[in-house]
């Protein structure tokens, strides 16, 4: 069974950056897209960003383009999400997602998340 489990997460004050890590267990990262996704108390979980099995195809949301960046390690099971310039519009809890398609970067084919890791940024 494929599991996932997310760090990296702490406070941080507004223009600066964090590395989120997202390790899989139970499976093969290189047989699956990746996705990163948020969620903000009293909000639904949104859509941060996603990349292809290899890595090469990547989606973002408007909010985030330019300043976050998805990456992956195959060797290493773990993909990363990479924040620069942070806003306090980016608190959220941070959780990846993994898809079995490993083409496809649209949410419908993300569906199960890990625990998640909580990022705070002050302004």
């Known amino acids: 069974q494929v599991q996932l489990v997310e760090s990296g997460g702490r406070s941080v004050q507004a223009g600066g950056s964090l590395t989120l890590s997202c390790t899989l267990s139970g499976g093969s990262l290189s047989s699956y897209a990746m996705g990163w996704f948020r969620q903000a108390p009293g909000k639904e979980r949104e859509f941060v960003a996603a990349n292809s099995w290899s890595g090469t195809m990547t989606k973002y949301a408007d909010s985030v383009k330019g300043r976050f960046t998805i990456s992956r390690d195959n060797d290493k099971n773990t993909a990363y999400l990479r924040m620069n310039s942070l806003k306090p519009e980016d608190t959220a809890v941070y959780s990846c997602?993994?898809?079995?398609?490993?083409?496809?970067?649209?949410?419908?084919?993300?569906?199960?998340w890990g625990q998640g890791t909580q990022v705070t940024v002050s302004s």
């Open positions: 997602s993994y898809g079995l398609h490993p083409y496809e970067l649209g949410v419908a084919n993300f569906a199960s």
